[in-house]
Nanobody
Framework: QVQLVESGGGLVQAGGSLRLSCAAS????????MAWFRQAPGKEREFVAN????????YHADSVKGRFTISRDKSKNTVYLQMSSLKPEDTAVYYC???????????????WGQGTQVTVSS
């Protein structure tokens, strides 16, 4: 089992920045990829970014490319999502997820955090 705990969400004005954190514990060696997804009110959950835990290579959705950056600190077993130039449409619950291989779809990730709310005001 892998436990994921997100933190860092909150209320921010448009154009501002936030950094989300996801602390992983448990059998983390079984998960090669870590990812962030988000779900806005009334919408389906969507992929934001993922990172290969060992090598650090990353992939970002087009909607956040150039504004968001996923990274990880192996010594802390923590994944981050640095969000800049935030827009009201970035408002959502952000979820951390862990899985065994590269994917941008939910079913590929076995473990999920509880989510953290990000609200961007205009």
């Amino acid at each position: 089992q892998v436990q994921l705990v997100e933190s860092g969400g909150g209320l921010v004005q448009a154009g501002g920045s936030l950094r989300l954190s996801c602390a992983a514990s448990g059998r983390t060696f079984s998960s090669n990829y870590m990812a962030w997804f988000r779900q806005a009110p009334g919408k389906e959950r969507e992929f934001v970014a993922n990172i290969l835990w060992s090598g650090g290579s990353t992939y970002h959705a087009d909607s956040v490319k150039g504004r968001f950056t996923i990274s990880r600190d192996k010594s802390k077993n923590t994944v981050y999502l640095q969000m800049s130039s935030l827009k009201p449409e970035d408002t959502a619950v952000y979820y951390c997820a862990a899985g065994g291989y590269f994917s941008t779809t939910e079913p590929s990730y076995n473990y999920w955090g509880q989510g953290t709310q990000v609200t961007v005001s205009s």
